[in-house]
């Protein structure tokens, strides 16, 4: 099963975000990031897809990156998990959506902006997604964990969703704060709480 | 000294501010330049206070906050369209500036330190969502349109959905080609920032 040479793939999953921005993350609205630069981390766990005849079942991946001005303007540093459950064909798989060689929305677009890849990391996932209180811890090298936004008067949870459709990681989304969100791989580390979050159902194909 | 409203206004609501697009006000964030130079206009597509009926009537409250809204110190103004009979006036300005308990206006002038008054101005109207215009004469104008990717130039459309949100519970999000005020003791200019076209219902206890 192969278009254009490419082998076709799709995939359903749970996503969890978070980053250095500021709450709302200005990027997911085409302005500068809080700080000039981002560090953030993304998490997919796949409910349900393939890479042609490959199952992509209850697997799942992962990145995190730095990159020194907006994500459009590139010069990226990125490090991708892979689940260590895949076998050697889903691993192969993984490796070609995420590395954006499978083309496709989201990979193909984000790995043209990373300048620096590091060695892929196979490691273990635990998901705990509970709606705006989910977590992600990824071997002992990741996690990343969110609550809801407060109201700075009255200390009470806030209710925010974003719907955007021409997001192409998400097309909507919980609006979240983080609680963790870092990592500690070689040649990135960051830690990053009480920062922007989203968590959000996800959709993709090539 | 502080009064009670009856009332149930519907309509549109035009916002405007110096932050960068999203406005992370939105978001409980703190303002992209550390102060909130903004502007909202409510215009009345159905409602009444206190028996007058409000229906076709736009207001708007202009302010500037030295920190995030929510820390006060505002000065503010309210323009008001001059069509609006003495009546109708008198329930605005009740309303808006003298009523502590109506949402979001009692939150807003609660907020201000420096109320430079009610201005009465002719004010005209395009509504056309992300890309509606008001210009409230010789004192605010705003034009909005939608933001723009910043590879493609596409546009770039988002909503938040709010629900606990206190100006409006559903908001199209943009940006600006105009953004002025001109009033009296209160000036600034910010085209090309967050914007905002949003559907407001407010309703007394």
Known sequence: MSTNGKVKWSFEADYLQACNCDFGCPC?????PTKGFCEGVGAWRINRGSYGSVSLNGLALAFAAHWPKAIHEGNGTVCLFFDERSNAQQRDALLQIASGKAGGLPYELIAATFSTILEPRFVSFQFDFNGRDSRVQIGNQLVASTTSIKNPVSGEPESVHVNHATGFIFKEAEVLASKDC????????????????????VKYNN | MPEKSAYHLKGILLGACNCDWGCPCNFEARPTNGFCDGGYVWHVQEGQC??????GLTFGWFGHAPGAVHEGNITSLLGVD???????????????????????????????????????????????????????????????????????????????????????????????????????????????????????EYKSA
């Open chain 1, 182 to 201: 870092r990592v500690d791989v070689e040649g990135l580390k960051f830690s990053w709480p009480q920062k922007s979050a989203f968590v959000a159902q």
């Open chain 2, 50 to 55: 206190d028996g007058v009926s409000l229906t």
């Open chain 1, 28 to 32: 997911e609205f085409s302005a500068p």
């Open chain 2, 82 to 200: 001059d069509r609006a009979t003495p009546q109708q006036r008198q329930a605005i300005e009740k309303l808006v500036v003298k009523t502590p308990d109506a949402v979001p206006f009692g939150i807003f002038m609660s907020l201000t330190s420096n109320f430079l008054g009610v201005r009465y101005t002719r004010v005209e109207t395009k509504f056309d969502g992300v890309r509606s215009r008001i210009r409230f004469d010789g004192i605010y104008e705003v034009e909005l349109t939608p933001m723009k990717n910043p590879v493609t130039g596409e546009d770039e459309p988002a909503t938040l959905i709010k629900p606990k949100g206190f100006t409006s519970k559903h908001q199209e999000l943009c940006t600006t080609n105009k953004m002025r005020l001109a009033g009296q003791g209160l000036a600034f200019e910010h085209p090309n920032k967050y914007g905002e076209y949003s559907l407001f």
